[in-house]
């Protein structure tokens, strides 16, 4: 499996759960995270996460040009608007393909962990993104029997950053008014 992870907060809970059924392999793929040094702070984590884990890592291009680009027209949509669909969207479809050409049979991602994400949408175009590329999209909503709050407590346990927002420069600004 390849997993899509955003942040090592969730990564480290997710990535427990999931190693019991599957081998993974981790997918860093995030342009929408503002500014560059947020990015390169989340991803040091990850790979601390990573290995904590025990598991391989794979890179994906910071392309946060083209996601501004695709993401613009909704600047001003709130949190959980159709810009976090244009940006889940972008992030899976990458995983998708990244997937595809490694040869894995299942892609999935952590964000269904967070509160501000929405499970629903995610695994809607994470089965439409499946059949496309012909790799099966593992389906969950990691929120349910006490996910997240789990997860808050294991970041605390191994000292992780936790972001105090989603990423993307609209939510950074939105958080700071």
């Not at 990691?142 to 609209?170: H, I, M, N």
Request: glycine share 6%; charged share 30%; aromatic share 12%.
């Amino acid at each position: 499996m390849l997993a899509h992870v955003c942040c090592a907060p969730d990564a480290l809970y997710v990535l427990g759960l999931l190693k019991e059924e599957f081998d993974i392999t981790v997918f860093f793929y995030n342009p929408n995270i503002y500014p560059e040094e947020e990015y390169t702070l989340r991803l040091r984590e990850t790979q601390r996460v990573a290995q904590i884990h025990g598991l391989p890592l794979i890179l994906g291009p910071y392309d946060s040009g083209r996601w501004l680009a695709l993401t613009e027209k909704f600047k001003s949509e709130p949190e959980k608007g159709r810009r976090c669909d244009i940006c889940y969207a972008m992030r899976l479809e990458q995983t998708a393909k990244q997937a595809a050409a490694g040869g894995y049979d299942y892609f999935a991602t952590v964000m269904s962990l967070s509160p501000w994400k929405k499970a629903d949408v995610l695994n809607r175009i994470g089965r439409m993104l499946g059949r496309r590329y012909g790799v099966r999209h593992l389906e969950a909503n990691f929120k349910k029997k006490d996910g997240f709050r789990k997860s808050v407590e294991l970041s605390r346990a191994y000292e992780l950053y936790r972001q105090d927002y989603c990423g993307c420069l609209y939510s950074r600004q939105d958080k700071k008014r």
